[in-house]
T-cell receptor, first 113, second 114 residues
Framework: AQSVTQLDSQVPVFEEAPVELRCNYSSSVSVYLFWYVQYPNQGLQLLLKYLSGSTLVKGINGFEAEFNKSQTSFHLRKPSVHISDTAEYFCAVIHTGGFKTIFGAGTRLFVKA | DTAVSQTPKYLVTQMGNDKSIKCEQNLGHDTMYWYKQDSKKFLKIMFSYNNKELIINETVPNRFSPKSPDKAHLNLHINSLELGDSAVYFC?????????????FGSGTRLTVV
């Protein structure tokens, strides 16, 4: 069975600083990986996904993530954050051919002025 | 036009009552889901339907009963509500059962049982 670990429950960062939100997964088979963002009182919105091919994937709002198979990681990065990036971020995994997406516990990104 | 819409957005009710949450998607997706998000933001899948067929039925009390009249709708009925049912319930859809394009989520229904 697959699992997802988001290594930080909260990440405070100053505006315009870079940020990395860490995600590790475990699975005995190949997987698809996703990052979602949840703004306060809203549903989750897909930021980006890795299916295959290039290990660096770019998403919306200037975010990108890198798939590292040997480290079983899929860390999310942004070179310069804005106040509006304050939200909860979820890493998720589904194994190829599977039916159930497993979500991490979430990382709260708090951007300070 | 909202892609995945849930109603109601807020639901406050007393213990022991029965309530329903409705979900509709206009994306033409084959698969729909119910997720429960607790107060710590943890997301747990409850059910999934693919073209009206039940695919995933997690360990959920049988007081929860999903119904999918067609592939664009997935409703959730909850009997004999308990305090522990208080949470935000999200409906989601995906193009196919494989979900390799990810999910589209509704905006959630915040259920408070008093």
């Amino acid at each position: 069975a697959q699992s997802v670990t988001q290594l930080d429950s909260q990440v405070p960062v100053f505006e315009e600083a870079p940020v990395e939100l860490r995600c590790n997964y475990s699975s005995s088979v190949s997987v698809y990986l996703f990052w979602y963002v949840q703004y306060p009182n809203q549903g989750l919105q897909l930021l980006l996904k890795y299916l295959s091919g290039s290990t660096l994937v770019k998403g919306i709002n200037g975010f990108e993530a890198e798939f590292n198979k040997s480290q079983t990681s899929f860390h999310l990065r942004k070179p310069s954050v804005h106040i509006s990036d304050t939200a909860e971020y979820f890493c998720a995994v589904i194994h190829t051919g599977g039916f159930k997406t497993i979500f991490g516990a979430g990382t709260r990104l708090f951007v300070k002025a | 036009d909202t892609a995945v819409s849930q109603t109601p957005k807020y639901l406050v009710t007393q213990m022991g009552n029965d309530k329903s949450i409705k979900c509709e998607q206009n994306l033409g997706h084959d698969t729909m889901y119910w997720y429960k998000q607790d107060s710590k933001k943890f997301l747990k899948i409850m059910f999934s339907y693919n073209n009206k067929e039940l695919i995933i039925n997690e360990t959920v009390p049988n007081r929860f009963s999903p119904k999918s009249p067609d592939k664009a709708h997935l409703n959730l009925h909850i009997n004999s509500l308990e305090l522990g049912d208080s949470a935000v319930y999200f409906c989601a859809s995906s193009q196919t059962l494989a979900a390799n394009y990810g999910y589209t989520f509704g905006s959630g229904t915040r259920l408070t049982v008093v």
